[in-house]
């Protein structure tokens, strides 16, 4: 099941990169404002933290890295995972004047890190059934579990979106379900932020 629906995924955005290149449109945001405002509920988990390792789960062509050095991180090691080879491709030459960042299309067998940071992976569910999607998130949180060894965030789109902008080929996720599994199952310290002006909302889980 999870080939499929990653195949379909990276087929769908290695097509919006190839169409608009290096733009939040190239990774299906609508705007630099809005991707960098999710990037900043995200980076919560990281705050006030130096010298540490972090994943950027679905980097795309690294904006992530970009925002957390413009915003003031210097000491830390960063990896970039994205399923789409054109977008690690657009990555690692956006940035090849560093040499210390990684960047994969699939992370070696045994690898942790400090954190994990999953910005729009469970947005685009294409043909997949809800019931299946619903799993494939479940599944891949609990991957990501495994890797963060401090603490790891991420976002979904909400089932409170307006119904008029609402897209069928989009996953709307019940925010409540969301933070209850990860209380249940990854850790004791779990924030829910739903209260920024954008139609999703960010789980950070801490260890």
């Known amino acids: 099941m999870s080939d499929k629906i990653l195949k ?17 449109q190239g990774v299906d945001w609508n705007s630099k404002e809005s991707q ?18 972090v994943i950027d789960y679905g980097c795309g062509f690294g904006s992530m890295y970009d925002f957390l050095k413009k915003t003031g991180y210097r000491n830390f090691k960063f990896i970039g995972l994205d399923i789409s080879n054109k977008m690690i491709e657009e990555a690692k030459k956006k940035h090849e004047e560093d040499d210390r960042l990684e960047w994969f299309t699939e992370l070696p067998p045994v690898c942790k890190s400090d954190y994990v940071i999953a910005s729009g992976i469970f947005n685009v569910r294409l043909n997949t059934s809800e019931q299946e999607w619903k799993e494939y998130i479940l599944h891949t949180l609990q991957k990501i579990n495994n890797i963060a060894t401090k603490g790891f965030s991420f976002n979904m789109l909400t089932k409170y979106s307006d119904k008029e902008y609402m897209k069928d080929y989009l996953h709307y996720a019940d925010p409540l379900f969301i933070f209850d599994h990860c209380k249940k199952h990854f850790s004791k310290y779990v924030d829910l932020n739903h209260g920024y002006p954008l139609y999703e909302f960010t789980i950070i889980v801490r260890k």
């Open 8 to 24: 379909e995924v990276s087929s769908y955005y290695t097509e919006k990169i190839i169409k608009n290149g290096a733009t939040p």
């Open 36 to 53: 960098e405002l999710r990037f900043l509920q995200l980076s919560d988990v990281i705050k006030g933290h130096e010298n540490f390792s």
